[in-house]
């Protein structure tokens, strides 16, 4: 299974996520839930990298991916990073409602 993890700060902006497992669906190279959150949550951080200019701090490695937020100045495009942050939350949302017993979502506030 595969847990992805989506933590906010408590006014409900992300801060960063990670996605770990594998989902179990088909074999290796066969499997499309493993694929779709893998194209969602790489492509989510090549996107804020490449439309805002903001980097990630990013690791990945076999069945991992982990992404921070910098701390972002005052005058960076924090809400057009927030918004392809929700984005990408919606649509693994959408993988979970269809393929549930092979994604989970947790939301955690960070304190």
Known sequence: MII????????????????RGHAGY???GEDIVCAAVSAITV???????ALTGVEMKAKMKDG????RLPDLPENSPKEQVQLLLESMQIMLASIEESYGEYIKIKQVTLT
Do not use: K, Q
């Not at 492509?43 to 990298?49: A, H, I, K, Q």
């Open 4 to 19: 992805v993890r989506i933590e906010r700060h408590e006014d409900g902006t992300i801060d960063g996520f990670s996605s």
């Open 26 to 28: 088909a074999g290796h």
């Open 43 to 49: 492509g989510t951080v090549n996107s804020v990298e």
């Open 64 to 67: 991992f991916l982990s992404a």
